[in-house]
């Protein structure tokens, strides 16, 4: 429930990244592998990924899904 901000719904496969990218809105990026490789603490370590927060942080995003909305507001109309 929510999505991104000025973004909307993301409904295909996404990739999060960490920091910023510089440019306009919905720039395309291309990636790629990296030239030197990375030895240090930070790039070795493994990531625990537990749970990632889909509710928007911006506007109407407190539910993470449409039953856990549906279930806080009970019947809306008759």
Same mark, same amino acid.
């Given at each position: ?32 592998? %990296? ?5 240090? =603490? ?5 990531? /625990?990924? #537990? @749970?990632?927060?889909? %509710? ?5 995003? =407190? ?5 856990? /909305?549906? #279930? @806080? ?6």
């Amino acid at each position: 429930m929510g999505g991104f901000p000025h973004y909307g719904v993301v409904k295909s496969d996404y990739l999060m990244i960490k920091g910023c990218c510089v440019g306009p809105k919905k720039r395309v990026v291309t990636l790629r592998q %990296s030239l030197i490789n990375q030895t240090s =603490r930070v790039a070795l370590e493994e990531i /625990k990924l #537990k @749970f990632i927060d889909t %509710s928007s942080k911006f506007g109407h995003g =407190r539910f993470q899904t449409t039953q856990e /909305k549906q #279930k @806080f507001y009970g019947r809306l109309k008759a």
